[in-house]
Antibody, heavy 122, light 107 residues
Framework: EVQLVESGGGLVKPGGSLRLSCAASGFTFSSYSMNWVRQAPGKGLEWVSSISSTSGYIYYADSVKGRFTISRDNAKSSLYLQMNSLRAEDTAVYYC???????????????WGQGALVTVSS | DIQMTQSPSTLSASVGDRVTITCRASQSISSWLAWYQQKPGKAPKLLIYKASSLESGVPSRFSGSGSGTEFTLTISSLQPDDFATYYCQQYNSYSLTFGGGTKVEIK
């Protein structure tokens, strides 16, 4: 069974930093691209970032480019999101999501974690 | 970025009703469209990909159609478990975008 478990969420002040992790199990992690998708309270879904299976292709939404960094450790079956210069508008539940492909552009997501809440507030 | 517009934003329906949700893209995305279902406090669940392909394990009352810029998700006979919010998502461009969502409520 595919399992994705996010951790690292919490309360942070504007301008601060936070690192999210996603631990994967139940599948060959190194074969799949992975993504972060967020959802602000009461709002819709917003794709944040994607990383291909070998980290050769990385993409970001314009809203986080230059502030967030996605990475992965295939040996540890883990995905990460380093979030710097956080703003109030970054407040959201952040989901780790498995892409159906392994390389190139992101496609769509067939497995999701339960989400980690990030709150940016003074 | 490609903009995705869903309608309606809210839909009230009864068990057994046929329900149709529309998703429009700001430019042609061929058939590169997925549909998800999300229940409160839960992660989204994939229903349909490539506009009309049913994800394994998803009930056959769900179907998708369309290509280019206009797409529909149809639930042929609404069941109690189907009351949720539905999102479309395009993957024609690497900058993925979702529709704003359609909440299906009990009438």
């Amino acid at each position: 069974e595919v399992q994705l478990v996010e951790s690292g969420g919490g309360l942070v002040k504007p301008g601060g930093s936070l690192r999210l992790s996603c631990a994967a199990s139940g599948f060959t992690f190194s074969s799949y691209s992975m993504n972060w998708v967020r959802q602000a309270p009461g709002k819709g879904l917003e794709w944040v970032s994607s990383i291909s299976s070998t980290s050769g292709y990385i993409y970001y939404a314009d809203s986080v480019k230059g502030r967030f960094t996605i990475s992965r450790d295939n040996a540890k079956s883990s995905l990460y999101l380093q979030m710097n210069s956080l703003r109030a508008e970054d407040t959201a539940v952040y989901y780790c999501a498995r892409d159906v492909t392994g390389g190139g552009s992101p496609w769509y997501f067939d497995s999701w974690g339960q989400g980690a809440l990030v709150t940016v507030s003074s | 970025d490609i903009q995705m517009t869903q309608s309606p934003s809210t839909l009230s329906a009864s068990v057994g009703d046929r329900v149709t949700i529309t998703c429009r893209a700001s430019q042609s995305i061929s058939s590169w469209l997925a549909w998800y279902q999300q229940k409160p406090g839960k992660a989204p669940k994939l229903l349909i990909y490539k506009a009309s392909s049913l994800e394994s394990g998803v009930p056959s009352r769900f179907s998708g159609s369309g290509s280019g810029t206009e797409f529909t998700l149809t639930i042929s006979s609404l069941q109690p478990d189907d009351f949720a919010t539905y999102y479309c998502q395009q993957y024609n461009s690497y900058s993925l975008t979702f529709g704003g969502g359609t909440k299906v409520e009990i009438k």
